[in-house]
């Protein structure tokens, strides 16, 4: 059983940083697209970052880039997410997702999703 557990979430003021991690677990596949995504309330979810393994691929949305970086560590099957920079408007709740199925990354149509984590910024 494939299960994805983000942690790391949590309240900051605006220009602090949060880095959150993805466990993925029961899911064999290192070299597929592993992304993050988040949804502020009342909108609909938007795909943050992606990494794809072999060969090492990383892409972003506009609005974080600059600020925010997507790395993994194999070996601990773990996705991270460091954000720096933080801006009211990144605040919503972040899921991380794993294999895509089809279609442009962004699209979010992954198979695996987790739970998410919250991220909340105050100006």
């Known amino acids: 059983q494939v299960q994805l557990v983000e942690s790391g979430g949590g309240s900051v003021q605006a220009g602090g940083s949060l880095r959150l991690s993805c466990v993925v677990s029961?899911?064999?596949?290192?070299?597929?697209?592993v992304g993050w995504f988040h949804q502020a309330p009342g909108k609909g979810r938007e795909g943050v970052a992606v990494?794809?393994?072999?060969?090492?691929?990383?892409f972003y949305a506009d609005s974080v880039k600059g600020r925010f970086a997507i790395s993994r560590d194999n070996a601990k099957r773990t996705v991270y997410l460091q954000m720096n920079s933080l801006k009211p408007e990144d605040t919503a709740m972040y899921y991380c997702?794993?294999?895509?199925?089809?279609?442009?990354?962004?699209?979010?149509?992954?198979?695996?999703w987790g739970q998410g984590t919250q991220v909340t910024v105050s100006s």
């Open positions: 029961g899911y064999t596949s290192s070299s597929n697209f």
């Open positions: 990494s794809f393994d072999s060969p090492s691929i990383t």
């Open positions: 997702a794993a294999d895509l199925i089809s279609g442009h990354w962004s699209g979010g149509n992954f198979r695996f």
